[in-house]
């Protein structure tokens, strides 16, 4: 749950991936059934960086758009995997020709940069785990929490 008490539910993009499946039709996004089976590779970051993407926030947020009752009140999931993408992107940012959160920090991006930082932190400690109602920084499943925090 989110600091807005909106749920972040994986739902949405198991969704968008059964949506994608059967209609064979794929709305620009790297999802496939790898990346739903998460759990047979927990530690494979390449998969998490494409599962907490734009391009997965954004195809749900289309099919929201049109109207689609399976993605229904999706704003704190494509709120979540905008903030991660983003996170993802500027930790791993080299290039200084790149474009938007891809370009390593410098003195013409460090405001930018850091504002954005503020933010995810502040977004990141105010995740709650709605089944405990417990805030996931001091949850069983902190580390990858507090990692981005830090």
């Known amino acids: 749950m989110d600091d807005e ?11 968008l991936h059964q949506l994608q499946e059967n209609t064979k039709l794929h709305l620009a996004n790297h999802l496939r059934a790898a990346h739903l089976a998460w759990f047979k590779k927990q530690m494979n970051v390449k998969l998490a960086a494409k599962l907490l993407s734009e391009s997965v926030a954004s195809s749900i947020q289309f099919c929201e758009l049109i109207k689609l009752t399976q993605v229904e009140n999706c704003e704190a999931t494509t709120r979540f995997l905008r903030v991660f993408d983003k996170l993802f992107d500027l930790l791993n940012s080299r290039n200084f020709r790149a474009n938007a959160f891809k370009q390593a920090m410098q003195a013409s991006n460090y405001s930018q940069y850091f504002d954005f930082l503020i933010s995810s932190r502040a977004y990141i400690a105010q995740l709650i785990d709605p089944a405990t109602g417990e805030n996931l920084r001091r949850s069983n499943r902190k580390t990858v929490f507090l990692g981005f925090i830090v």
């Open 5 to 15: 008490k909106k749920f972040v539910k994986f739902k949405y993009i198991e969704e």
